[in-house]
T-cell receptor
Framework: EAGVTQFPSHSVIEKGQTVTLRCDPI?????LYWYRRVMGKEIKFLLH????????ESGMPNNRFLAERTGGTYSTLKVQPAELEDSGVYFCASSQVWDGYEQFFGPGTRLTVL | DQQVKQNSPSLSVQEGRISILNCDYT??????FLWYKKYPAEGPTFLISISSIKDKNEDGRFTVFLNKSAKHLSLHIVPSQPGDSAVYFC???????????FGTGTSLTVIP
């Protein structure tokens, strides 16, 4: 069974540009989560989808971040315009609806904003 | 503001000895706790968990202890092996399917 995949693995952009991160969860997992880890700090929750609906977006830093999950399959996280403090590793995780405790994480996308 | 804390950024242990990683939390509503292990350039992988109705859970060389009154949990690895060298994150959640609150991680090095 394929795990959670994320694309790209690395992205280097300049301040003010737009970047879109993609996450493909494990097939059949209704729950999809986005997290971010800034260098050396904790992994911080951004938002949670159940199928295509946003269940909890309390962790989204500001309105420069937009997450979508059209059709309840893959998800995208767009940052527009990017700022220096957006640099970090963005992780996606997924879980089955009846076993939400164990979340399976992707390898992350390392975003560097210059 | 940080609800889950791992106060030791790093730990070194000799191969074969016990590794003890600690975690403290502040939110008494947390009812599920997990440890994740992370290798460089990979995502965190689930290691072991414990529900708040228990005080101990064992899985092979890994045991997690929960002290609810102290809001403290620990992960014991016995015996430690070089392959255990990784960053270990403690996480907590409130209700199934909710967000995880993570600590900052402890980097464990097991010396052969």
């Amino acid at each position: 069974e394929a795990g959670v995949t994320q694309f790209p693995s690395h992205s280097v952009i300049e301040k003010g540009q737009t970047v879109t991160l993609r996450c493909d969860p494990i097939s059949g997992h209704d729950n999809l989560y986005w997290y971010r880890r800034v260098m050396g700090k904790e992994i911080k929750f951004l938002l949670h989808f159940v199928k295509e609906s946003k269940q909890d977006e309390s962790g989204m830093p500001n309105n420069r971040f937009l997450a979508e999950r059209t059709g309840g399959t893959y998800s995208t996280l767009k940052v527009q315009p990017a700022e220096l403090e957006d640099s970090g590793v963005y992780f996606c995780a997924s879980s089955q609806v009846w076993d939400g405790y164990e979340q399976f994480f992707g390898p992350g996308t390392r975003l560097t904003v210059l | 503001d940080q609800q889950v804390k791992q106060n030791s950024p790093s730990l070194s242990v000799q191969e074969g000895r016990i590794s003890i990683l600690n975690c403290d939390y502040t939110n008494s509503m947390f009812d599920y706790f997990l440890w994740y292990k992370k290798y460089p350039a990979e995502g965190p992988t689930f290691l072991i968990s414990i529900s708040s109705i228990k005080d101990k859970n064992e899985d092979g060389r890994f045991t997690v202890f929960l002290n609810k009154s102290a809001k403290h949990l620990s992960l014991h690895i016995v015996p430690s092996q070089p392959g255990d060298s990784a960053v270990y994150f403690c996480a907590a959640s409130q209700n199934t399917g909710n967000q995880f609150y993570f600590g900052t991680g402890t980097s464990l090095t097991v010396i052969p």
